[in-house]
């Protein structure tokens, strides 16, 4: 995952998914879809489950990443930091408010190891941690 930045206009662009919007190969076969889909399950439950399906797909690479951040810690501690910080905050945005503290709480573990207590102090990026831990609580 190169920007998780992204994460946060994907969900955007999810949010306004319809069904009703998608192409098909065929105009026939679109407008043969189409009733189906508004005489069975209706064009807002199949947008809702498709919609649903897309933000657990995007957790499950969230938590990809994190996992394999564990596992390959590189040199430099803060970069894992950064990047679990990062996840954080997409799980944040995703509404998975406890996928987004314990990512937050494992990036703050490593600012510890890698800083120290004084370090964090004096440290910008702790700060931005913590802010995002504050407004996890908020919005529980």
Wanted: charged share 30%; hydrophobic share 40%.
């Amino acid at each position: 995952i190169e920007s998780l930045g992204d994460v946060g206009n994907l969900l955007g662009v999810l949010s306004k998914t319809k069904i009703e919007n998608a192409d098909a190969s065929k105009e026939e076969d679109k407008k043969n879809i189409l009733a189906l889909v508004k005489k069975d399950i209706g064009f807002g439950v199949l947008n809702s489950k498709v919609n649903a399906l897309l933000r657990e797909w995007i957790k499950a690479t969230l938590m990809g990443v994190v996992d394999e951040q564990s596992k390959a810690e590189s040199d430099d501690g803060l970069d894992n930091a950064n990047m679990l910080y990062n996840i954080g905050g997409a799980f944040r945005k995703i509404g998975d408010y406890n996928k987004a503290m314990e990512t937050y709480e494992q990036a703050l573990d490593i600012r510890k190891r890698v800083l120290g207590e004084e370090g964090m102090d004096e440290d910008v990026d702790t700060a931005a941690v913590y802010n995002g831990i504050g407004n996890v609580k908020y919005a529980k």
